[in-house]
Nanobody, 123 residues
Framework: QVQLVESGGGLVQAGDSLRLSCTSS????????MGWFRRAPGKEREFVAT????????YYADSVKGRFTISRDNAKNTVYLQMNSLKPEDTAVYYC????????????????WGQGTQVTVSS
């Protein structure tokens, strides 16, 4: 398992952008599939995006496709989530997670989780 720390959350207005970062302390970061999930108030945690260890394959939830972009810098042990055209319904705690799989879109597939960072989008 790896330790993950998210940053970059905050309060923004609808239509604004934010970039979340998640940094790993492990030395094997480049071998992990990385994902972003979110939990909105009163809702279950849901998948947002995932990126394979080499950055070649990405998957997105339909609700964020075309607005969010996941990327990674293995030299910096960091995965990013660029969020554009934010909507009030994007308000949630955002979590990054790591999995030792080829690709992973399900919560149960991830073995390491960060503590989360709050994103609040006002209308």
């Amino acid at each position: 398992q790896v330790q993950l720390v998210e940053s970059g959350g905050g309060l923004v207005q609808a239509g604004d952008s934010l970039r979340l970062s998640c940094t790993s302390s492990g030395r094997t970061f480049s071998s992990y599939v990385m994902g972003w999930f979110r939990r909105a108030p009163g809702k279950e945690r849901e998948f947002v995006a995932t990126i394979r260890w080499d950055g070649v394959i990405e998957y997105y939830a339909d609700s964020v496709k075309g607005r969010f972009t996941i990327s990674r810098d293995n030299a910096k042990n960091t995965v990013y989530l660029q969020m554009n055209s934010l909507k009030p319904e994007d308000t949630a705690v955002y979590y990054c997670a790591a999995a030792r799989l080829w690709i992973a879109t399900k919560e149960y597939e991830y073995g390491s989780w960060g503590q989360g960072t709050q994103v609040t989008v006002s209308s």
